[in-house]
């Protein structure tokens, strides 16, 4: 069964310093989203992508998170400089991007951020 | 605007007993509903939906109905198990001004105890 993957499993990074997370969606699908779960909520959506296209980076805070999927397969997500609230677990998932409404979306195992 | 309202937990069951986790949601037009079940240190896993009113999703003996006339997803199992204990997040979708938006619950943690 195809799966969502997503690198590094785990990071521990120091405050100020940069870093990237990497995502490969399901093969085919045209939307990929990065969400950001902090301990014990539900997951936030950070942006969204329709092949290489942002649809949605409302949430995402720009001065220091940017993300992109070039050529419309996988992405990268980055956090320069990193900040002691950005410790979560930062969630990749993708969907077919035909079906609107009724989609599903597939979630990658993520990526657990920690933050001295 | 749109919003999922869980039940809070922890929700601590025996085995075999039955479990209900309440689910209300607020949306515009006409939303796809879902559950989701994240085990620890693991990404969501979809566990069931229903896309339109009235339609029952179920897998793994999990069932809920979605009820347009209480604006209500509840997640039911008539016997848990051990291997059930897990966070659970209800779900919708729902178009919007920047395409198609997913929206979560904060998640229901459940603990079943042998």
């Known amino acids: 069964e195809a799966e969502v993957a997503q690198s590094p499993r785990y990071k521990i990074t120091e405050k100020s310093q940069a870093v990237a997370f990497w995502c490969d969606p399901i093969?085919?699908?045209?939307?990929l989203y990065w969400y950001r779960q902090i301990l014990g909520q539900g997951p936030e959506l950070l942006v969204q992508f329709q092949d290489e296209s942002v649809v949605d980076d409302s949430q995402l805070p720009k001065d220091r998170f940017s993300a992109e999927r070039l050529k419309g397969v996988d992405s990268t997500l980055k956090i320069q400089p990193a900040e002691l609230g950005d410790s979560a677990m930062y969630l990749c998932a993708s969907s077919p991007g035909l079906a609107g409404v009724r989609e599903t979306q597939y979630f990658g195992p993520g990526t657990r951020l920690l933050v001295l | 605007g749109n919003s999922v309202t869980q039940m809070e937990g922890p929700v601590t069951l025996s085995e075999e007993a039955f479990l209900t986790i309440n689910c209300t949601y607020t949306?515009?037009?006409?939303?796809?509903l879902f559950w989701y079940v994240q085990y620890p240190g693991e990404g969501l896993q979809l566990l069931l939906k229903?896309?339109?009113?009235?339609d029952k999703g179920s897998n793994k003996g999990f069932e809920a109905t979605y009820r347009k006339e209480t604006t209500s997803f509840h997640l039911e199992k008539g016997s848990v198990q051990v291997s059930d204990s897990a966070v659970y997040f209800c779900?919708?979708?729902?178009?919007?001004?920047?395409?198609?938006?997913?929206?979560f619950g904060t998640g229901t943690s459940l603990t079943v105890i042998p």
């Open positions: 949306a515009t037009g006409y939303p796809s």
């Open positions: 779900a919708l979708r729902s178009g919007g001004m920047t395409g198609n938006q997913f929206y």
């Open positions: 229903a896309t339109k009113a009235d």
């Open positions: 093969s085919g699908h045209a939307t």
